[in-house]
């Protein structure tokens, strides 16, 4: 069984730190807590792209009233194109909503097929990616999240996340900087990476720890050794 750790800091950088296992997350503005973070082998990210200005037609109204209103988060209207330069600089880069960024030409943008048509979302989603791979496309029923448990306005389905781990190759660190309910952490975990994610509002924030933890504890049973809980400082600004 895994130990979750929760301290509160004085740090500048991050206001909640919780180690679970293989996984490192924050709570926190990932703008003030990406420069202070070591390496990692790869970058798997669904950051906010201001969409709620960006919409038009019948939909927009109820899409904003999800995300917003119903979603309790603050949306950026910009996107965060400084951090989103910043994350091209990983050896291996996806981004989704990788066309609403102005990013360099891609060999290999992912695509996600929704499957199902409706009238106020789109029929696919794009990523974009720096790896040296062809273009690849994964089909999963957007409906289907449903199943799975919906916990996040924007939620990825977990099936999309862990072919997008799978595509980072054997990549041992994996971040999501704006990781919502930690979709992108539950299949790094489930595919035995580590990962680290930082979200900013204290509602996912909460559902991503406990996914993430529901999901190592899942991992531990196949293990000789549960993994033991690593303590974070009080005070310090260290970080993973
Ligand atoms: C599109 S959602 C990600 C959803 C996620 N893929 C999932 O499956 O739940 C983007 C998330 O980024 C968070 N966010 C926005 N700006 C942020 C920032 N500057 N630092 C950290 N998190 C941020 C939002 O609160 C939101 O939960």
Known sequence: MNERTIQASSSPHWIDRCQIGD???YLGDCREILPTLPRVDAVITDPPYGMGDKLSGSGSGRWKKLYVEKGGFSWD??????????LLKADKAIIWGGNFFELPPSRAWLVWNKIIRNFSTSVCELAWTNLDRPV????YSHGQLATEGKHHPTQKPLPLM?????????AAVI????????????????????????????KYFDIACRRIEDAQRQESLFEPEAPKAEQTALFGSEVA
């Open 162 to 170: 862990k072919w997008c781990v799978d595509r980072v190759g054997d």
């Open 175 to 202: 971040l999501d900087p704006f990781m919502g309910s930690g979709s992108t952490g539950v299949a790094a975990i489930q595919m035995g990476r580590k990962f680290i994610g930082i979200e900013r509002e204290p």
């Open 77 to 86: 209207q910009e996107a965060p194109q400084e951090v989103v330069e910043l």
């Open 136 to 139: 690849d496309a994964f089909d």
């Open 23 to 25: 996984a490192t997350l």
